[in-house]
């Protein structure tokens, strides 16, 4: 008789920071993890799952990933969405864990096996002011980061993005009843923000990757003069210089400037990056499992990326559950156009809810070799850190008015 999935549970717990995990069991004793965390909307993905997918999930094969990956995608009608893809996602990565868990293999082996040694992550440098950043790049340095993004605050400015207190943890989402307000100039960004990468590289050298997220706030003109402003500076990527939907914004970007462009982590699907990467728009594809469809649907943008020279750049902030970390390292350690991997340690708390085999030495994650994702969740961790509602700040122009945050 074929195995069949006997029960499907959502766990939302708040070690530090809300997740949404799903928790599948099958009646041949093999249990199954994805991660469905959607930051500052979380509640929306559990309903999903635990009230529309979940029901459907009892009695199916867990094997046949890709029909109930299909089953779930075109069953529902109402296509894409952050909601829809994130749920899919948890059920996708669950799936591939038992799967991987049954043939004994750590997932990458299911993939085709190792194309490199190690995955390279890349650490977050950031600062009230100049001479903060600069030495947050020489601890990441220091820790064998080989690859360092630096955000610092711009003058006149509150609260501006990828700017945190604590220096080893950025949380951008507050815990209340309301999103915190942040305010912006890109009069301002512009003038300030090469300052930084000179100053970097002046004092740190050109022996190690250097990364910058201008977080959608720029038109496509400032986008392209900032980038050809800063080339010397040599940036391995600066992300999502402009909202990422439109596509077209990329053109104008790509016309004027080198500086490598990364975007994606806001896409939900293969056809919201088609023309980017098909065009050759972007050099990097920063999509990440939890919020596109999971391991099977990136795997799948990432092989069509690789046809035209795009490389991956997963997103990877705190956000991303140990669960969606690890799926994301598996495709990297077997993808032949991987590029770089975003990582922001979790808190101690999330660790011990979510215990895992990945580890990070030198500069690089390496997922391990426990079979299936090689991460778990302890339930009875996670009951004791309830949900805790929280929201993304929202962003201000100076005279008021809303911008992107
Ligand atoms: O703002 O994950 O590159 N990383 C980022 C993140 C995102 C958050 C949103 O939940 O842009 O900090
Ligand atoms: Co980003």
Known sequence: MTDSIINAKVIVTCPGRNFVTLRLETSDGLTGVGDGTLNGRELAVATYLQDYICP??????????????????????????????CA????????????????????????????????????????????????????????????VRVQVAIPGLDAVYGVSEN???????????????STWSTEAYLRFIPSLFEAVRERHGFGFRLLHDAHHRLTPT??????????????FWLEDPTPAEDQ????????????????????????????LISERLIDFIRVTPV??????????????????????????????????????????????NFGLQEYMTHTEQTNEVFPHSYRFENGFLHPGEEPGLGVDIDE????????RKAYLPVNRLLDGSMHNW
């Open 56 to 85: 459907l999930l009892v009695g199916r094969d867990p094997e046949q990933i890709n029909d109930t990956w299909q089953y779930l995608y075109r069953g529902a009608y109402w296509r894409r969405g952050p909601v829809t893809m």
């Open 88 to 147: 899919i996602a948890a059920v996708d990565m669950a799936l591939w864990d038992i799967k991987a868990k049954r043939a004994g293999m750590p997932l990458y082996q299911l993939l085709g096996g190792r194309a490199r040694n190690g995955v390279m992550v890349y650490g977050h440098a950031n600062g009230r002011d100049i001479p903060q950043v600069l030495d947050e790049v020489a601890a990441y340095l220091d820790h064998g980061y080989q690859a």
């Open 167 to 181: 220096r080893t943890f950025y949380e951008p989402a507050t815990v209340g009843e309301r999103p915190q307000e």
């Open 222 to 235: 400032e986008a392209a003069k900032l980038g050809k402003r800063i080339e010397d500076y040599d940036l």
């Open 248 to 275: 077209d914004a990329f053109r104008i970007i790509k016309q004027h400037t080198v500086t490598p462009i990364a975007v994606g982590e806001v896409f939900n699907t293969i056809w919201d990056c088609q023309r």
């Open 291 to 336: 919020h596109a469809g999971g391991v099977s649907h990136v795997k799948r943008i990432a092989e069509y990326a690789d046809l035209y020279g795009v490389r991956t750049g997963f997103h990877g902030a705190t956000d991303m559950s140990p669960v969606c970390l690890a799926a994301a390292l598996h495709l990297d350690i077997s993808l032949p």
């Open 380 to 387: 009875k961790l996670a009951a004791r850190y309830p949900y």
